[in-house]
T-cell receptor
Framework: AQSVTQLDSHVSVSEGTPVLLRCNYS??????LFWYVQHPNKGLQLLLK??????LVKGINGFEAEFKKSETSFHLTKPSAHMSDAAEYFC?????????????FGKGTTLSVSS | DSGVTQTPKHLITATGQRVTLRCSPR?????VYWYQQSLDQGLQFLIQ???????AKGNILERFSAQQFPDLHSELNLSSLELGDSALYFC????????????????FGPGTRLTVL
């Protein structure tokens, strides 16, 4: 069965320092993996996705993630945090079924950025 | 703005009542998905429709039902509401495929916040 585990429920960084949000996945298939961000009282926005092409995926707002099959990981990074990055981040695996897909969400990591 | 619209934004109702949430997908998208976000359960997939037909079911209660209309908008019906149904309900849409494809990107609406008193 497919699942994702976000290893940290809360990460705090200072503005200008690197961000690392960790995610491990479990999948019976070659997975498609996504990172979504949710700002307070907002909907979910796609940051980036991995679909078995390049293992290093670049997303919006300077975020990137690296797919490591040997470690079953898909960690999200950013070299330098901005205050506007404070939000909830979800690691997601796509589950193909007989006639479509469903998304399985991790429990989320809250990123706090201090000045 | 993702292009997915949901109405209403907020809904407050009483236990035992029935409500309908509405979703309009992005132009050209054939698949619509419904998700529930609650504090205790997190984000959970409820149901998917593709071009008017139900395609996949997740953790959807029997008291809940959905449909997708010929114009591709979708409605999620919640009945016999309980306090525990209070949550944020998201709709997402994607281009969609009839077969088994896992690479489709889903775009989310702003959500409907349901409060059951």
């Amino acid at each position: 069965a497919q699942s994702v585990t976000q290893l940290d429920s809360h990460v705090s960084v200072s503005e200008g320092t690197p961000v690392l949000l960790r995610c491990n996945y479990s999948s019976s298939y070659s997975p498609s993996l996504f990172w979504y961000v949710q700002h307070p009282n907002k909907g979910l926005q796609l940051l980036l996705k991995y679909t078995s092409a390049a293992t290093l995926v670049k997303g919006i707002n300077g975020f990137e993630a690296e797919f490591k099959k040997s470690e079953t990981s898909f960690h999200l990074t950013k070299p330098s945090a901005h205050m506007s990055d404070a939000a909830e981040y979800f690691c997601v695996v796509s589950v193909p079924n007989q006639a479509g897909t469903a998304l399985i969400f991790g429990k989320g990591t809250t990123l706090s950025v201090s000045s | 703005d993702s292009g997915v619209t949901q109405t209403p934004k907020h809904l407050i109702t009483a236990t035992g009542q029935r409500v309908t949430l509405r979703c309009s997908p992005r132009s050209g998208d054939l698949s619509v998905y419904w998700y529930q976000q609650s504090l205790d359960q997190g984000l959970q997939f409820l149901i998917q429709y593709y071009n008017g037909e139900e395609r996949a079911k997740g953790n959807i209660l029997e008291r809940f039902s959905a449909q997708q209309f010929p114009d591709l908008h979708s409605e999620l019906n919640l009945s016999s509401l309980e306090l525990g149904d209070s949550a944020l309900y998201f709709c997402a849409s994607s281009v969609g495929h009839g077969g088994q494809v896992s690479t489709d990107t889903q775009y989310f609406g702003p959500g409907t916040r349901l409060t059951v008193l």
